[in-house]
């Protein structure tokens, strides 16, 4: 059960913005879903993952029992800069540990910057 049109153009917007603030009603009317519900939250976990994107916070479609329209996810690429980094925030280990330090250290400037998005990501 897919739009594409709507899909399409969150996408088309993560060209020019990284991460994109949306609300679970706008994801239901993009994949055409009539209501929210675990199934729905699954399915649309799927879509995403399926064109390369992630989500946070997780718990909003992975465990959430009584869903709502107005609750927000902060949806990437996952194979962008800013996806990547997000990823390895929120998916800690050994290799992401290394991928964090790298990137922090390649560019100073740069790593601050780097550094002040995901702290503005994740609501710190």
Known sequence: MTENSGIDELVADLESEPIQVVNLLRLREIFGYKRLGNRVLVDISKELSDRGLGYFPREILDAND???????????????????????????????????????????????????????????
């Open 66 to 124: 009584q869903p709502r329209q107005w609750e927000e996810l902060r949806i990437f690429r996952k194979q962008s800069p800013v996806g990547k980094l997000v990823t390895a925030v929120l998916a800690p280990s050994q290799e992401n540990d290394v991928f964090l330090k790298e990137a922090s250290t390649n560019d100073e400037t740069n790593a601050a910057a780097v550094l002040d998005q995901i702290r503005t990501l994740l609501g710190d």
